[in-house]
């Protein structure tokens, strides 16, 4: 599991691990705590390769980031960001369009606030609190719609982050209403969970997850790909992270132990 959207704590605790500032640990990052070290451990321990996951996420998001600025896209709404690290959303796009612009919404108060330090200086950018699970407030932010144009075309990130949000949140419907607010020619960009190709593995993970800030709920392909609605996926479809347009050459047989599905998908 990466990153988070869950209800805001009431309050800062750094005895619980934050699911944010683990995935920072994973990253090389400097901003966690004893807490969030020893549960990111005790995940790395239930899946050894669990650091290259967590990498191949970020690289399939670098990826399609990188594709879509190439492709004109330059409004980017990144919901369940978690805290800046290396090589973010703005600078992909940026460098290939400077005048490319992009809302990072979370739900975590704290993590908005450190994330508003570090991009203080970058032009674009705004970062707001935000919980997926409420979509309408944050399609009509009042930061967001000063930011981003909804009469064109948008790209909207949900990467690594929908498996933190439990069944009876109504996933399907909670991106029902975030499709519907896109207009033609916006992008869905999704990566998931998912225990179809290691279930044994991905279970462990999951029992460490249980003692953080953000349990997670894997899901299936089907499932994944429903939440897509009626976006039409681009090549190669719905498939391992490390097989989305790769740089180089992979087989199935490397790719499986990533356990996270991505796709990106358009709106007609």
Known sequence: MVAADRAQPSGFDPNVPNIARMYDYYLGGKDHYTADRAAAEAAIEADPTLITLIRENRAFLGRAVRYLAEQGIDQFLDIGTGLPTQQNVHQIAQAVNPKARVAYVDYDGQVVAHGR????????????????????AILGNAEVRRLLDFDRPIALLLVATLHFIPDEDDPPGIMAELRDALPSGSHLVLTHASADGVPDVVAKVVEVYKRTSAPGTPRTREQVTGLFGDFELLDPGLVWAPLWRPERSISLEEALPIWFYAGVGRKP
């Open 117 to 136: 330090a570090l991009l203080a200086d970058s032009e674009g950018t705004r970062m707001i609190v935000g919980d997926v699970r409420d979509p309408q």
